[in-house]
């Protein structure tokens, strides 16, 4: 369905698009508010407030930009309200005196590939995967799995930023303003969480189980 | 020229094309003579084929009480 379509029969009342819209997009809510809440019932309430702020916002919404990146924008000022409250009922919990909010600081100053020399220069080069057919091989079930467990295991602001770019195809502009970074900001964010998945790719096939020649059913050897 | 580093930072803005035709002609020069930095840029590409590809998550219905919301927001004048 068209944007204009869809945000027009939304705004009419109509029932079967907001049913669609929910279907389309709950899930994909939910796996980009993980990155700011940790139990499920906070994941599910961030999802809940958004659908009720995009009910009562449809209204106001002029579709300048799109309707998902719209939504998305709702989901992350939530889920980050959301995820703040959760961290801190969890450190009042715990004791601590100063809480702090979950989602700062968990970056690395300085990621340098493995491998890679101090003078910028590989001392231990990448080797090659040398898959036979590795269009094929890397978008099995199987890999794709390997992808999102290691999409789940970036630190946050990688995450959202992963997740938002390369899964859901947003734009580096609106990635900027739903998020609140800068472009400079989001490139290096964006660099970091694709290299951490290649790393994650390249242990997989070093394992052995996208080898080539291997029977595991998974590879196909013939194009 | 450009060192390995270097290469491996602009991976992904030199295969969605982002980059400036004079630092993407220094790419080319430096993966002419690097092996390294080819299976790197070509295991990158892989990556980013293989991230566009990530199964969106299985839908689910609303809930009764959220159409129900949306039902009721509908009938509110607008202003």
């Known amino acids: ?223 | 020229m450009m060192n390995c580093e270097q290469v491996t930072r602009v991976a992904g803005d030199f295969i969605e094309r982002r980059l400036k035709l004079r630092q993407r002609l220094m790419v080319l020069v430096h993966i002419a003579m690097c092996k390294g930095c080819r299976t790197y840029i070509e295991q990158f590409r892989l990556t980013l084929l293989a991230l566009h590809a990530v199964p969106k998550p299985a839908p689910a219905a609303p809930s009764d009480a959220l159409v129900e919301r949306f039902r009721q927001q509908g009938r509110k004048p607008s202003l």
């Open chain 1, 1 to 223: 369905m068209h944007d204009r379509e869809l945000v027009d029969r939304l705004k009419a009342g109509d029932e079967a698009a907001f049913r669609w819209l929910v279907t389309e997009y709950g899930g994909r809510l939910a796996r980009l508010a993980r990155s700011f809440c940790r139990s499920h019932a906070v994941v599910e309430e961030a999802v809940q407030e958004t659908w009720m702020a995009v009910i009562e916002g449809l209204d106001g919404f002029e579709g300048r930009a799109p309707l998902r990146t719209w939504i998305f924008g709702i989901l992350v000022n939530q889920a980050r309200r959301l995820g703040v409250r959760e961290h801190r009922q969890a450190q009042l919990a715990a004791g601590a005196i100063h809480p702090t909010p979950a989602t700062v600081g968990n970056e690395a100053p300085d990621e340098r590939e493995p491998g890679m020399g101090p003078g910028g220069m590989w001392t231990e080069p990448p080797a090659p995967w040398g898959l036979e057919n590795p269009e094929s091989a890397l978008l099995t079930q199987e890999t794709l799995q390997v992808v999102e467990a290691a999409i789940a295991g970036l630190p946050e602001a990688q995450r959202e930023v992963v997740l938002l770019r390369d899964v859901e195809a947003l734009d580096a502009e609106s990635v900027c303003n739903i998020l609140g970074c800068s472009d400079t900001n989001q490139r290096v964010l964006l660099h970091r969480g694709r290299a951490r998945v290649r790393r994650a790719l390249d242990l997989y096939v070093k394992e052995g189980r996208l080898a080539p020649g291997t029977s595991s059913g998974q590879v196909r050897k013939k194009r």
